[in-house]
Nanobody, 128 residues
C-alpha cells in the first residue's frame, strides 16, 4: 500500500498562486501514474491533472488548462501541482492519487476508479 500526504493548501485571494505537494511512501513511485483531483462541497470528485509515471505525458481538465501545472520528482517520490491565476471556483479539497499499475498502461486515468491510493486531502480556498 502507498501512503500519500498532501500539503500546501490554504487561503488565497483570486488571482493568486499556490503550490501543492504530495509526498508518497511505501511503494515504487517511479512506476505510478499520479493524479490530482478536487472536490467542492456538494459536488463530485473530479480530475484536475494527471501525469504519467515517466513524466512525459500530462493531462489537464479544461477548467485549469493554462493555469495549473503538474510535475513530479521521482527521486523525491513527490508530485506537485502549481496553481496560478486562482479563481473562487477553484475552491475545493484537493487530493492526490496513485495508479500503481501506471507503468503498464498506455493512457492516463481521468476517473477516480483509475486510482488505487489516495491522500487525505488539503483545503484550497480562493476568496473573491
Amino acid at each position: 500500500q502507498v501512503q500519500l500526504v498532501e500539503s500546501g493548501g490554504g487561503l488565497v485571494q483570486a488571482g493568486g498562486s499556490l503550490r501543492l505537494s504530495c509526498a508518497t511512501s511505501g511503494g515504487t513511485f517511479g512506476r505510478y501514474n499520479m493524479g490530482w483531483f478536487r472536490q467542492a462541497p456538494g459536488k463530485e470528485r473530479d480530475i484536475v491533472a494527471s501525469i504519467r509515471w515517466s513524466g512525459g505525458t500530462t493531462y489537464y481538465a479544461d477548467s485549469v488548462k493554462g493555469r495549473f501545472t503538474i510535475s513530479r520528482e521521482n527521486t523525491e517520490n513527490t508530485v506537485y501541482l502549481q496553481m496560478m491565476s486562482l479563481k473562487p471556483e477553484d475552491t475545493a479539497v484537493y487530493y492526490c492519487a496513485a495508479d500503481r499499475a501506471g507503468w503498464s498502461r498506455s493512457t492516463l486515468g481521468t476517473r477516480s476508479y483509475d486510482y488505487d491510493d489516495w491522500g487525505p486531502g488539503t483545503q484550497v480556498t480562493v476568496s473573491s
